[in-house]
């Protein structure tokens, strides 16, 4: 386990980096030793830090839920992260690129809570009966952490990705608000275009068998730290479609079909 001085100092450099825009070298490269616990263990320190400076958590994010992201990365389990306030842009609006380092997109769905979910033992029935609604969403990634090292070439790891917030940094909801059981969840599915040109597609099933079991896989692993997920709280449960690299200018919308679409457009310039 790494040191509580350790965490701290890499839950700083973290949290520096994402507000200099510039990712710092790869944790995983200065200590190999590191665990998946240590890297939770700096992101509940990066979300400390985050929270004394007056953000406030909305929610968390569920990552890797499909086997092949999972293989990419040598885990058998998702990983996950917070959503914070600030994180959450218009429908339709405008995201300030200038905000990232390297943001990429992702397609989702999210469960909005309406009563409290606490482990062990939560199932996938428990968060149907739990969720008030379900709506699309797109997810924002950045990485505040080096993706490839300029040096040796060497590839961030898992415990890179879960230090750094699981990667998050935005989300966006949008199309058409639903009951969890007026629709078949598995069968949700959605284009990802880019500029009006389709980059991704993919169905829920992807996501653990049903986006269902990534909420009540996370209400279960928090557990052990004695933290439920809260009524109100937004829930990303993890993305059905490779993440697609966004640029200035670019416009992303996600066309679900009878589920509508949800979109946003990256700034050309900061405040744009």
């Given amino acids: 386990m790494l040191a509580d001085p350790t965490v701290a100092d890499c839950a700083r450099r973290l949290y520096e980096a994402e507000q200099m825009r510039t990712p710092i070298r790869q944790l995983s490269l200065d200590f190999p030793e590191m665990t998946i616990e240590d890297a939770y263990a700096v992101q509940r320190a990066l979300v400390d830090l985050k929270t ?3 953000r406030i958590v909305r929610g968390r994010k569920i990552g890797l839920t499909s086997r092949v992201m999972q293989r990419a990365v040598s885990i058998d389990e998702p990983d996950y992260g917070a959503l914070f306030d600030d994180m959450f842009f218009d429908d339709g ?5 200038g905000r990232f380092i390297q943001p990429r997109v992702e397609v989702e769905l999210a469960f909005i809570l309406g009563e409290d979910l606490k482990g062990p033992g939560v199932t996938l029935y428990d968060v149907l009966r739990a969720s008030e609604y379900v709506t699309p969403a797109l997810e924002i990634l950045d990485a505040r952490v080096e993706m490839s090292d ?4 060497h590839l961030r790891t898992i415990v890179d990705t879960i230090a750094d917030n699981a990667a998050d940094a935005g989300i966006v909801l949008g199309g058409r608000v639903v009951r969890p059981h007026d629709v078949d969840l598995r069968w949700a599915s959605a284009l ?3 500029n009006a040109s389709i980059e991704e ?3 829920a099933a992807a996501v653990l068998n049903h986006p269902a079991n990534g909420v009540a896989w996370l209400a279960n692993r928090l557990a ?3 933290v439920p997920l809260r009524a109100g709280e937004v829930i990303l449960a993890g993305s059905f479609t490779k993440p697609v690299f966004a640029l200035p200018g670019d416009t992303f919308v996600a066309d679900y079909g009878p589920l509508g679409t949800v979109s946003c457009t990256f700034a050309r310039e900061e405040g744009l």
């Fill in 93 to 97: 609006g405008t995201v300030p690129a």
């Fill in 52 to 54: 004394s400076d007056g």
């Fill in 192 to 194: 990802l275009l880019r």
């Fill in 201 to 203: 597609s993919g169905v």
């Fill in 150 to 153: 300029p040096e040796t070439g």
């Fill in 224 to 226: 052990a730290h004695g």
